[in-house]
């Protein structure tokens, strides 16, 4: 007698957890999509868990694109089923059979991987699920796609800032269980502000900008945002990012005789008047011809502490306004592509 062929790959399948692996995805949501929307394996071999096969996996890495690009889950779900009747060469589905697949995929309904995001384009929406996912491809392609296409301050303010925002309000609400998505999110921010495009620093009359946190201020994304947008235009820059001393600062200002100082806080507890006050009371140059640095507080941090001539942005861009016209140099406004 003939000994029994072994089953195909595709009778087998890998398991959920392979998938996960596989893809960067993590099990839960792998098992939500397949509750929810039909995305899940769809072949079960005796004594064992349900395995994906080839044209599941298809179908489940054509869900995570659509995801990322911020397209809604079901809208998504239904495309990528399409994607399965592409690939198994059947004509699409008509009758009552398609009724039957149609409800079995539920109404598109706004979803974002469980962040807390507004009013916001999808891009940034596909940016959080991507986080959410730790699908740390997708995030890469996003962010650069998205500078590229739109510039580098709207892509702060408009997807970047707003996916971290959630973030951040989704840990504080849920204890420890997103930290490892903050991190993953940051870092990727961190590392698309480094790669952004820069202009070789215009030669000017005027000093450098100095750049730090406050103290005791970790958070140094927004400021790495500002580096990157004035490299952009060519201005001459000082980055000395988290948590510096004040006696590092205060050397670095002394040392260099800044046109501008630039402090971030995020938080209350880190923002410090008397510093900052310190900081813009520095002189240098000789009697009758001495100069200042102009001082600007930036951050949610210095709220409610409004002191007389500090420079005192709420955005990125209204940052930029207030620094360029310091090298005589007019305030670029950002060019944007059509949503």
């Avoid at 995570?64 to 397209?71: F, S």
């Avoid at 398609?98 to 409800?103: K, L, V």
Wanted: charged content about 20%.
């Amino acid at each position: 007698m003939d000994e029994e062929a072994p089953p195909p790959p595709e009778a087998v399948g890998i398991t959920t957890g392979a998938v996960a692996r596989q893809l960067g995805i993590s099990p839960v949501t792998l098992r939500s999509w397949d509750k929810r929307y039909g995305i899940g394996p769809g072949r079960r071999v005796q004594g064992r868990h349900r395995r994906w096969g080839e044209q599941d996996i298809a179908v489940l890495r054509e869900m995570c694109r659509l995801t990322a690009t911020g397209v809604p889950p079901a809208e998504a779900a239904r495309a990528a089923h399409a994607t399965r009747t592409t690939l198994a060469g059947n004509a699409p589905v008509s009758g009552p059979e398609a009724g039957q697949q149609r409800s079995a995929v539920p109404a598109p309904r706004r979803s974002d991987g469980g962040l807390p995001l507004a009013d916001v384009r999808q891009e940034c929406r596909g940016l959080g699920r991507a986080a959410v996912r730790l699908d740390a491809p997708a995030v890469d392609a996003l962010l650069s796609t998205f500078v590229a296409r739109h510039g580098l301050v709207v892509a702060w303010e408009e997807v970047m800032a707003p996916a971290l925002r959630a973030v951040g309000r989704k840990w504080a609400s849920a204890g420890d269980r997103y930290v490892e998505v903050e991190h993953l999110l940051s870092w990727h921010v961190s590392t698309a502000l480094r790669c952004a495009p820069a202009t070789l620093p215009t030669p000017v009359d005027r000093p450098p900008l100095v750049l730090a946190c406050v103290p005791g201020e970790q958070h140094s994304l927004a400021l790495e945002a500002l580096v990157a947008a004035l490299a952009q235009r060519g201005l001459p820059v000082r980055m000395f990012g988290p948590a510096v001393p004040p006696e590092a600062l205060d050397a670095a200002v002394s040392r260099l005789g800044p046109t501008a100082v630039v402090l971030w806080s995020q938080t209350r507890s880190t923002a410090s008047r008397p510093l900052a006050q310190h900081i813009a009371s520095h002189t240098w140059g000789v009697k009758g011809a001495r100069g200042r640095p102009a001082l600007m507080t930036a951050g949610p941090g210095w709220a409610g502490r409004a002191m007389p001539a500090m420079l005192r942005p709420g955005t990125l861009s209204e940052a930029l306004a207030l620094l360029e016209p310091l090298f005589g140099t007019p305030p670029q406004t950002p060019v944007t592509s059509p949503a």
